[in-house]
């Protein structure tokens, strides 16, 4: 499968505990970039990279989240002490840099419950 | 920022018939416009997008429209199928928001044989 994956599809956790999610991008894809999509509504961007560089953050971003993308391949989201607010589906998508041309693929995502 | 609305937000059509879904944005400086179908559990994907350059995009029974006079823009479906039935997505980028995309709300599609 060449497409992009994410690690773990399911992650249940306690309040207050810290979590990290993994995301291998399409492998000739320089662009990498996270969502999170709640229950009836559009994903929301989170943050994105141009290769290892974390180059947008939305406000939506908090200080308890943290993203890296270290040899500019696949990437991390840590959520620390975790809230149940931030039960979602958090998910990848990977672009090639092409101009204006921006198509995104999506991962299958990863399902957070803060419990 | 960029402000996508989409409507409607539910949609019930017979198997056959036509489908439409509009999308307004309100970044004039947005140059992008991709629509996405998630299916329950699945992820979302990307089935046809436009470019501010142009007006109009077919691919078989889809096709989008743009207005940016109007900053509005909208997918339509021919002879719909029931499994056309799912969720679909408008979106928009450009400079002013990089290359975040900025999703609509979604609008739920039902397609009864």
């Known amino acids: 499968d060449t497409g992009v994956s994410q690690d773990p599809r399911h992650k249940i956790t306690k309040r207050g505990q810290n979590v990290t999610f993994r995301c291998d991008p399409i492998?000739?894809?320089?662009?990498l970039y996270w969502y999170r999509q709640t229950l009836g509504q559009g994903p929301e961007f989170l943050t994105y990279?141009?290769?290892?560089?974390?180059?947008?953050k939305s406000r939506l971003l908090s200080d308890r989240f943290s993203a890296e993308r270290p040899k500019g391949s696949f990437s991390t989201l840590e959520i620390q002490r975790t809230e149940q607010g931030d039960s979602a589906m958090y998910l990848c998508?990977?672009?090639?840099?092409?101009?204006?041309?921006?198509?995104?693929?999506f991962g299958p995502g990863t399902r957070l419950t803060v419990l | 920022g960029e402000n996508v609305e989409q409507h409607p937000s539910t949609l019930s059509v017979q198997e056959g018939d036509s489908a439409v879904i509009k999308c307004t944005y309100s970044?004039?400086?947005?140059?992008?416009f991709p629509w996405y179908k998630q299916e329950l559990g699945k992820r979302p994907q990307l089935i046809i997008d436009?470019?501010?350059?142009?007006g109009e995009k077919k691919d078989q029974r889809i096709a989008v429209t743009l207005n940016k006079t109007a900053k509005h823009f909208s997918l339509h479906i021919t002879e719909t199928q029931p499994e056309d039935s799912a969720v679909y997505f408008c979106?928009?980028?450009?400079?002013?928001?990089?290359?975040?995309?900025?999703f609509g709300k979604g609008t739920s599609l039902l397609v009864t044989p």
């Open positions: 998508a990977s672009s090639l840099d092409r101009g204006i041309y921006n198509e995104q693929f």
């Open positions: 492998s000739e894809h320089n662009r």
């Open positions: 990279f141009q290769n290892e560089a974390q180059l947008e």
């Open positions: 970044d004039s400086a947005s140059n992008y």
């Open positions: 436009i470019r501010s350059n142009v």
């Open positions: 979106a928009a980028s450009g400079s002013n928001s990089g290359y975040a995309l900025n």
